[in-house]
């Protein structure tokens, strides 16, 4: 038994047998391949979110850069929003129910309809 070299290829990081262990590169190749590519390599969509790299606001969809503008506040929308955020009008912003106005208050939820406060 001599000692192995375990080693992984760049590609094993987002492929779905990688171990992420350092004694196992991965569950079909435990001693890693000899070769810059796997052919036993399977892309791991779990691992994609930490692979690429996203704008705020945007996706990517089979290597394609989506904008999603809606999915995030912009700056200029937070500052809109905080005209009807319920520190300034004391009412939930969803359903106009009254939202007690306490100093110590940190979350705006309203107990109402159930809106929660995330421009903050
Ligand atoms: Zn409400």
Not at 31 to 46: I, R
Not at 68 to 79: D, N, Y
């Amino acid at each position: 038994m001599g000692l192995s070299i375990r080693r992984k290829i760049p590609e094993c990081d987002c492929c779905i047998f990688y171990a992420h262990d350092p004694h196992l590169v991965c569950t079909v190749h435990p001693e890693g391949v000899s070769s810059d590519a796997c052919s036993d390599f399977e892309h791991d969509p779990t691992a994609e979110a930490e692979e690429l790299w996203e704008p705020e606001g945007a996706s990517y969809y089979n290597g394609e850069l989506i904008l999603a503008p809606e999915q995030r506040w912009t700056l200029l929308e937070k500052l809109a929003l905080l005209d009807s955020h319920p520190i300034f009008t004391g009412r939930c912003p969803n359903c106009e129910a009254g939202i007690a106005l306490e100093n110590s208050r940190v979350h705006w939820d309203c107990g109402h309809c159930g809106w929660k406060d995330d421009s903050l």
